[in-house]
């Protein structure tokens, strides 16, 4: 059978993966399977990049199928000039329930990255008894597996191949800032129709217009 190649991107590094701020920060948590909030986090302008993985546990290079004791995570670098931990942290508390118990590999967790995130997430536990949410010093993030990252944009073939053919190192798609906006429009996130960045994304006007249509239709939005 012949397929033909998806002709979505202007073929060029997006403009948004040139313009990628020096210094971020890390926030590290773990709130249930991590394919929604890579996707979740990823729209949010100020994050930059996203990557899934596994935390929280003492075995050492476990996989999906052999998870041990460790639980899902999600791995955000921000731009502290554009987005507050407290906002991630906001974001982290109202998109899983941090008071219900859950399996190991479900685990509701925050790995602080220094003494002001400790802080903060300190703070909000504090705030509300019923936050079983377990806070511990970020150790260990071992990177899930290929096929995890950027899930969400994996199930929409053609803009993942295109995203691919600009990114055919599967570390530098995981690493753009365009990809990880785009995993966060498929699902329906963020905000699309003010963001200019629809235009900086690397996407050509077919693939602009695949990506409008379908965060319009899953987000709801007019
Ligand atoms: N229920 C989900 C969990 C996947 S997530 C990476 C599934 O297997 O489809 O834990």
């Known amino acids: 059978m012949m397929f033909s190649k998806p002709q979505l991107t202007t073929g060029e590094v997006p403009e948004m993966d040139k313009n990628v701020p020096k210094y971020t920060n ?31 546990g003492k075995k050492t290079s476990p996989t999906y199928r052999d998870l041990g004791d460790h639980t899902e995570t999600i791995q955000i670098d921000y731009d502290p000039k554009e987005i507050g931990y407290e906002e991630l942290l906001k974001i982290f508390l109202y998109n899983h329930d941090p008071t219900y118990p859950k399996s190991t590999q479900y685990r509701s967790m925050i790995f602080y990255h220094d003494k002001e995130q400790e802080k903060l997430a300190k703070d909000m536990k504090e705030s509300n008894s019923d936050i079983i949410t377990i806070i511990q010093p970020f150790k260990d993030f071992y990177p899930a597996e290929d096929y995890h990252q950027k899930y969400r944009l994996s199930m929409n073939k053609p803009l993942y191949m295109a995203f691919r053919d600009i990114y055919p190192d599967i570390n530098d798609f995981v690493d753009s800032t365009a990809v990880t906006r785009a995993n966060g429009y498929v699902s329906g996130h963020g905000h699309i129709e003010t ?28």
């Open 26 to 56: 890390t926030a590290t948590f773990a709130m249930g399977c991590f394919w929604g909030p890579d996707a979740l986090f990823g729209a949010k302008p100020g994050v930059v990049r996203t990557r899934v993985g596994y935390a929280g």
């Open 195 to 222: 963001a200019e960045e629809l235009r900086s994304l690397g996407l050509n006007s077919t693939g602009r217009k695949k990506l409008y249509d379908i965060w319009k239709k899953i987000s709801g939005a007019e």
